[in-house]
């Protein structure tokens, strides 16, 4: 033990921190790598197991694999609506186009009545399975 800090007493005076309290001590030291960023990702075991399996298969490390993966997901998947894209926004809109398309299908002959009734049954589905619809209020019995 004393051997180290015999050999830590020659830093004494070879440190210069003049600059040490005018640098903002709030800022995040960052070492300048130039590699890309890593990121930390949780996943369960057996995600964890699907994806070294998929890296081996693949000749990849786990980093190199989840990479891949991320980017072939990212080619295929939809891309993401904007808020205020119609289909993302606004389920009346679609609605009304399902039963603009269903009036078309619609023997002609048919009364209004009768019309509107299988008009309602399609668009809101049978009432047997209303309390299966995930986009309805639940109704408290």
Do not use: C, Q, Y
């Amino acid at each position: 033990m004393a051997s180290s800090l015999d050999d830590l007493t020659w830093l004494h005076g070879n440190i210069d921190v003049s600059d040490f309290n005018e640098k903002d001590s709030i800022a995040p030291v960052r070492r300048r790598t130039g590699r890309d960023p890593i990121s930390a990702v949780k996943m369960l075991e057996s995600l964890t197991a699907a994806v070294d399996n998929w890296a081996e298969a693949h000749h990849l490390s786990r980093s190199d694999a989840i990479r891949t993966l991320v980017e072939l997901g990212l080619k295929v998947a939809p891309p993401a609506l904007p808020p205020g894209h119609p289909l993302a926004s606004d389920a009346t809109r679609i609605e009304e186009l399902a039963v603009h398309e269903l009036e078309g299908l619609l023997d002609p002959a048919l009364s209004e009545d009768e019309r509107e009734r299988r008009i309602r049954r399609l668009t809101d589905g049978p009432p047997e399975f209303s309390h299966e619809r995930i986009d309805l209020p639940k109704h408290r019995t």
